[in-house]
């Protein structure tokens, strides 16, 4: 008995070593596994990975940056946002000598649709009724059916119904909208690019064709360019003697050619005396029958084969001229011409005489054409380059007080 009790602890004995052995073998087991599947997995141990955090010094009288876990003010709106919210456009900055020509010039378009738009958002109360009056008013305005649309659409869609009962959102959505159908991308006006750089000037009777390409010759030869006038509308009576008036004033020869003869020959001539006399700049003018008139459109492709012909590569742009009071028969205008013609780019005539300013978007936003020059005055100085945000701001101009005039 006492032998079989001496087996049975010797027993309990060696299992027990046995035990404490496996334990720890286990043990060891799992941590080799675990540094195994760290080194498959490309995983530093936590210690050597996490990054020292150094506290940065801040610069004497700055404020100190508080970190993500501190609580601190709100974060400053983006400038886009904050420009919005002061009713205020994106983009370059306003040139106010232009922008106070333009306003001058837009006075009577300010006192039409955009004073109804003034009073629209003048209310002191702006609800669901207002958006339907803001769309009447667009699409009654003279600025073409899909610039009226696209305008409507920015306000209706792009702000939320809080912000349609605030008369600045409003405004400002209107603005930006403007300011983007009129961002035509094209590139700038390069004079330099050839010589001479010949310049074809289309345009109907009565638009301000001959007064323009006169202010143009007047303004390029004032900074120091050598221009010379090409008097290619032979057809109409006495406009070879109203372009000679014009180059007398811009003190700038021209070329002419003989009453209701080919005016192909007449480009051809002013172009290659550009060409032999070194001139900087050669401004053709053209018939300016009506534009329904097939036969002037031949004659217009005639007179650009011409020009290459005289020149490789000329005319260098061809330029429409269209009259504001016009309103959407002026786009109308262009679309027949651009059909036939390339137009590299729009001058607009007589905005100061008109309450159809607004058209100029509708040009841009139809033709995807830019708009290189306006009108906004009888003197030289008024025919000015066109910069599309000091148009908008001049348009606009008041207009959150509730008055456009």
């Known amino acids: 008995m006492q032998t079989e009790l001496v087996e049975l602890a010797i027993a309990i004995v060696v299992i027990a070593i046995i035990m404490v052995v496996l334990r720890r073998a286990s043990a060891r087991s799992r941590q080799h596994s675990a540094q195994n599947v760290r080194e498959r997995l490309g995983v530093e141990p936590e210690a050597a990975t996490r ?18 876990t501190e609580a601190g003010p709100a974060a400053e709106p983006s400038p886009e946002a904050a420009r919005e919210q002061r009713g205020e456009d994106d983009g370059a900055a306003i040139d ?27 209310r002191k109360k702006i609800d669901a009724q207002t958006l339907d009056e803001l769309e009447e008013v667009l699409f009654t305005a003279d600025i073409g059916p899909r610039a009226a649309d696209r305008i409507f659409q920015s306000v209706k869609a792009g702000l939320s119904k809080d912000d349609l009962t605030d008369a600045g959102k409003i405004w400002s959505r209107i603005r930006a909208t403007s300011k983007d159908i009129l961002a035509v991308e094209a590139p700038p006006v390069d004079l330099g690019r050839a010589r001479p750089f010949v310049l074809l000037v289309l345009g109907v009777n009565g638009v301000g064709k001959t007064t323009t390409i006169g202010k143009l ?61 070194q001139f900087d700049i050669v401004i ?120 456009a005039a």
């Open 51 to 68: 990054p020292r955090r150094d506290r940065k010094r801040t610069p004497a009288g700055e404020p100190e940056a508080k970190g993500p």
């Open 96 to 122: 106010a000598e232009a922008r106070d020509a333009y306003k001058a010039g837009l006075a009577k378009t300010r006192g039409g649709f955009v004073s109804r738009l003034g009073k629209l958002f003048g």
């Open 217 to 277: 010759a007047q303004r390029w030869n004032q900074d120091g360019k050598k221009v010379l006038l090409a008097a290619g509308d032979t057809y109409r009576a006495a406009a070879t003697e109203q372009l000679e008036v014009w180059a007398d004033r811009a003190q700038v020869p021209i070329v002419r050619g003989k009453q209701s003869g080919d005016p192909s020959s007449v480009i051809f001539d002013a172009i290659k005396k550009g060409v032999d006399e």
């Open 284 to 403: 053709c003018d053209t018939a300016g029958r009506l534009h329904s008139n097939a036969g002037l459109m031949d004659e217009l492709k005639k007179l650009r084969r011409v020009a290459d012909k005289a020149m490789p590569g000329a005319p260098h742009e061809t330029w429409m001229v269209l009259d504001a009071t016009n309103g959407q028969n002026a786009i109308s205008q262009a679309k027949t011409f651009k059909a036939d013609m390339e137009i590299t780019g729009i001058v607009l005539t007589k905005l100061d005489g008109s309450a159809k300013g607004g058209v100029v978007l509708g040009i841009c936003d139809e033709l995807k054409v830019p708009v290189r020059f306006v009108g906004v005055g009888e003197k030289i100085g008024d025919l000015r380059p066109f910069d599309p945000a000091a148009f908008v701001d001049a348009l606009y101009s008041d207009a959150n007080s509730g008055e």
